[in-house]
């Protein structure tokens, strides 16, 4: 109940403090599970990053930063449907980011975490070294 006893009706209308409420029909999924395209992809370990577009979603411009816990090619298994939201059902994403340049290295630095790999930096001579290696230099 929300205030002076103002709530939702179990059909998702909003309800007076009388208790009397107004039908909305329920609103298209979106994003559509079925329509979408992958912009990107990264495997860390048996962790999957990928950045996928959803047709006719609006909130960032579609784009959603998900990370399964299975290898790319379980992802198959989802045959077109790809849902981004949380479920107990089939394959569903693990971790979701912000679908921007800093979610997609939060997602990448999540994944390196669960796998216990330590982070990778390039310094201006183009080396890749670990943290710790750049410590000790």
Avoid at 17 to 22: C, D, L
Avoid at 28 to 56: R, S
Wanted: proline letters at 8%.
């Amino acid at each position: 109940m929300g205030v002076n006893g103002a709530g939702r009706h179990k059909y998702g209308g909003p309800m007076d403090s009388y208790g009397s409420s107004t039908y909305f029909p329920t609103p298209e999924v979106n994003p559509d599970p079925k329509k979408f395209q992958i912009i990107d992809t990264l495997q860390v370990g048996k962790y999957t990053i990928l950045k996928v577009k959803y047709d006719g979603c609006t909130n960032f411009e579609g784009v959603k930063v998900l990370v399964y816990d299975v290898p790319p090619i379980e992802l198959l298994k989802l045959k077109g449907n790809m849902d981004p939201h949380f479920s107990n059902k089939g394959v569903a994403p693990f971790a979701r980011f912000k679908p921007t340049a800093d979610g997609w290295d939060a997602a990448i630095k999540f994944c390196n975490m669960m796998v216990g790999y330590e982070p990778v930096v390039v310094n201006q001579d183009g080396e890749r070294l670990t943290a710790s290696q750049k410590i000790q230099k």
